[in-house]
């Protein structure tokens, strides 16, 4: 079956949420001009959404659902939904319904205008932490500094892909993902939408800072080999510090000064050049773990149930 229009809706534990998102997705695809489906990826969930999903694709056969074996996470459940969708446009969205399905209309209008990839903006942001939302802001700049790829800020993952782009990206299997970077890497024609973000339709945040800071360090070593060259600027920084101090200290000896010395200084210098060459070790750390998990070359995610592709 031909189908035009594909939402991917990434479940962990959302059962509240289900039975409106799947009214208002419902609501919205029904008024566009052309088949559709909802991709449901349950990540895990124990709270009874897996049998929600199930029972909705039962009555629903718009609803493809794909049911994970455990909780891989929402950029790898993102994934699954690009494998398993079959429109020529895709939509991602939050579950939460903190993602207005209303905005798909406007999004579907730009792709006509032959943009290939048209993600949501967040212009503004409500029912969320001060913490979260300063966090989240921070959290876009360092990136858009640091990275090769100009990710745009304040997007999340709400966007329209399509189909080329999709192609695209799902050949692109790294294990540590980071979707919207991924989206902004591949090139294409790119627009934004900005729109109100939501708050939470019911339940809590699925993002606690765990999963945040891992996102983050998956966005930065993804596209960034700044932190590894950080230990390059720091070495050289030191030792240029280090030539000027040298004569400096030996001529305050030789003229008699007791200026520079104690043990003070010495414990400083000792506990400054340690601590950066342990973070040092700890960064380079963090990208062999990376390149660990890529040689072993697993698969991204297990399906317990799912439709065919
Ligand atoms: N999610 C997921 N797996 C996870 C965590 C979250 O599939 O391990 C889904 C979640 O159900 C929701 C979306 O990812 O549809 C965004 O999560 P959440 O709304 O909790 O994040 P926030 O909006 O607070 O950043
Ligand atoms: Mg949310």
Redesign the pocket.
């Known amino acids: 079956m031909a189908v035009k229009y594909s939402v991917i ?6 059962f509240e949420s289900l039975p409106e998102l799947h009214r208002r997705v419902t609501a919205v695809m029904d008024g566009l001009d052309g088949t559709w489906e909802l991709v449901l ?1 349950d ?1 895990g969930s124990s709270d009874g959404s897996t049998e929600r999903i199930r029972e909705l694709a039962r009555k629903d056969k718009h609803v493809r659902p794909v049911i994970f074996a455990r ?1 891989f ?2 950029q790898i ?1 993102i994934t699954a939904g690009w494998d398993y969708a079959r429109g020529d446009a895709v939509i991602i969205i ?3 319904l ?1 993602d207005p399905p209303e905005l798909i209309p406007e999004m579907v209008a730009r792709w006509k205008e032959g943009n290939e990839v048209v993600y949501a903006v967040r212009a503004e942001r409500e029912g969320e932490s001060w913490f979260k939302k300063t966090t989240a802001a921070l959290f876009y700049r360092i990136i858009y500094r640091i990275t090769d790829v100009k990710i745009p800020v304040d997007t999340g993952d709400f966007r329209l892909m399509d189909r080329k782009v999709v192609d695209v990206l799902k050949t692109m299997r790294e294990r540590h993902r980071f979707p919207r970077g991924m989206s902004a890497w591949v090139g294409f024609r790119q627009v934004g939408v900005p729109y109100k973000r939501a708050a ?1 339709h019911a339940g809590e ?3 606690p800072f765990k ?1 945040m800071l891992k996102l983050a360090l998956n966005a930065i070593t993804g596209f960034s080999y700044f932190p590894l060259q950080l230990a390059t600027y720091v070495g050289f920084a030191s030792a240029g510090l280090a030539i000027v101090a040298i004569p400096v200290v030996a001529i305050l000896r030789m003229t008699g000064s007791q200026f520079f010395f104690g043990q003070a200084t010495t414990l400083i210098a000792v506990l400054f050049l340690g601590g950066v060459q342990l973070i040092s070790l700890g960064v380079l750390g963090e990208y062999i773990g990376r390149l660990y998990d890529e040689a072993k070359g697993r698969p991204l995610y297990i399906v317990r149930e799912a439709p065919e592709k």
């Open positions: 809706a990434p479940i962990f534990n959302e990826v990540d909780n996470g929402h459940a939050d579950a939460d903190q939470r945040t699925k993002y999963k």
